[in-house]
């Protein structure tokens, strides 16, 4: 059985749909903090069969967490401290998502102007959609 060790200060993320934590890795952008990361793929679990689990030792502001609950809000979220859970985060899906997505639309004004921020609204928070805020194009996610 492998074994990775406890953390000391910073954030478990668990219950990671199996796969998908080297995405999170980029899309949170670890590789630019300067702190230690385990990723854990493929773990056991009697919930999800299998399941990944980032550790990240660093202060929980350095990870956007809209971003996070973007890519998924059913990932639990815990807060280390001293080297114990002092609290367990629920993710709820931002109302607003800026320059995380890009719009397909080639007709959107951000094709053209290309600094401008591509933001995105949620539109139905039971179906998860996101429309983008200038020409209303649906985000349709890439399998």
């Known amino acids: 059985m492998l074994?990775?060790?406890?953390?000391?200060?910073?954030?478990?993320?668990?219950?990671?749909?199996?796969?998908?934590?080297?995405s999170i890795y980029d899309s949170l952008q670890l590789d630019k903090l300067?702190?230690?990361?385990a990723i854990i793929k493929n773990a056991k679990s009697s919930k999800m069969g299998k399941k990944d689990i980032l550790k990240i030792e660093c202060d929980i502001d350095k990870v956007?967490?809209?971003?996070?609950?973007?890519?998924?809000?059913?990932?639990?979220?815990?807060?280390?401290?001293?080297?114990?859970?002092?609290?367990?985060?629920?993710?709820?899906?931002p109302k607003e998502v800026k320059n995380i997505i890009r719009c397909k639309n080639p007709?959107?004004?951000?094709?053209?102007?290309?600094?401008?921020?591509n933001i995105f609204i949620l539109t139905d928070e039971k179906k998860e959609i996101y429309?983008?805020?200038?020409?209303?194009?649906?985000?349709e996610e890439r399998p």
């Open 64 to 93: 956007s967490l809209d971003i996070l609950a973007f890519i998924d809000h059913n990932i639990t979220v815990n807060i280390i401290k001293d080297g114990n859970i002092v609290e367990k985060k629920d993710l709820v899906l």
């Open 34 to 37: 300067d702190c230690t990361v």
């Open 3 to 22: 074994n990775v060790g406890k953390i000391e200060e910073g954030i478990v993320l668990d219950h990671i749909i199996a796969g998908k934590s080297l």
């Open 107 to 117: 007709r959107c004004i951000t094709s053209v102007e290309q600094e401008l921020p």
């Open 131 to 139: 429309r983008c805020k200038y020409c209303e194009e649906k985000y």
